[in-house]
């Protein structure tokens, strides 16, 4: 049987023209029975049949109190979560919820060709991965950096394009433990193009497969 993911595109803030997209993109990466939803109820419900949850693109508060509950009972008991691009300007009047992603959207500069340094190239989220990797997005700012609360697989390099606040040490895509299960999350992913690109598509493949534990001798 198909590992099952849901996916989450819940928008209350700003709205993504490449939701759509981005999860036509996922119903073709691997083998997956993909659920996709915008209804806040279906985080009420049992999860546990669920290799991962996937918030992509979400915005603005999107839970009911019995979804967070939900869904920190999830991962906290050993489920898989990843979030793609705005998932990190979701739930911030949840603090659980900055924890378990790592970090929060600040903001960004426009949309611009710039740099992606890998740093992991264990991860099967970046393996496939050139060391510098040239990728054209938003380049989101954090609120604080995660380094040293996740593990840092990639980071922007701010000097390949105009507006990063963030310095030297801008982490872009990470993964950390969240109780027993895990969390990744990329900050890539803005336009419909990303989800057409192979390396990009290999990119969030990994991060999925890492997050639902689908492949345990990877990363």
């Known amino acids: 049987m198909s590992p099952r993911l849901l996916v989450h595109t819940r928008t209350t803030a700003y709205r993504h023209d490449s939701i759509p997209a981005a999860i036509a993109a996922v119903r073709t990466l691997g083998d997956f029975d993909v659920t996709a939803t915008e209804d806040p109820a279906v985080l009420e419900g049992p999860l546990d049949a669920y290799a991962a949850v996937v918030f992509l693109s979400t915005s603005g508060e999107?839970?009911?109190?019995?979804?967070?509950?939900?869904?920190?009972?999830?991962?906290?008991?050993?489920?898989?979560?990843?979030?793609?691009?705005?998932?990190a300007c979701t739930e911030y009047e949840w603090p659980y919820y900055g924890e378990l992603l790592g970090a929060r959207f600040d903001r960004h500069p426009e949309f611009q060709p710039?740099?992606?340094?890998?740093?992991?190239?264990?991860?099967?989220?970046?393996?496939?991965?050139?060391?510098?990797?040239?990728?054209?997005?938003?380049?989101?700012?954090?609120?604080?950096?995660?380094?040293?609360?996740?593990?840092?697989?990639?980071?922007?390099?701010?000097?390949?394009?105009?507006?990063?606040?963030?310095?030297?040490?801008?982490?872009?895509?990470?993964?950390?433990?969240?109780?027993?299960?895990?969390?990744?999350?990329?900050a890539l992913g803005h336009a419909c193009e990303a989800y057409e690109d192979p390396d990009f598509r290999a990119h969030l493949l990994g991060g999925i497969t890492w997050a639902a534990r689908l492949d345990e001798d990877e990363g």
């Open 114 to 186: 710039g740099r992606v340094v890998v740093e992991d190239r264990t991860h099967p989220a970046t393996r496939h991965l050139p060391d510098v990797w040239e990728f054209t997005d938003e380049w989101y700012d954090f609120r604080t950096n995660p380094r040293g609360a996740v593990r840092v697989l990639a980071a922007a390099d701010e000097s390949s394009y105009d507006g990063g606040a963030m310095g030297a040490d801008h982490p872009l895509v990470w993964c950390r433990e969240q109780g027993a299960g895990r969390v990744f999350y990329t």
């Open 62 to 87: 999107i839970l009911t109190p019995a979804g967070r509950e939900r869904l920190a009972g999830y991962v906290d008991g050993g489920g898989g979560f990843v979030g793609v691009h705005a998932a």
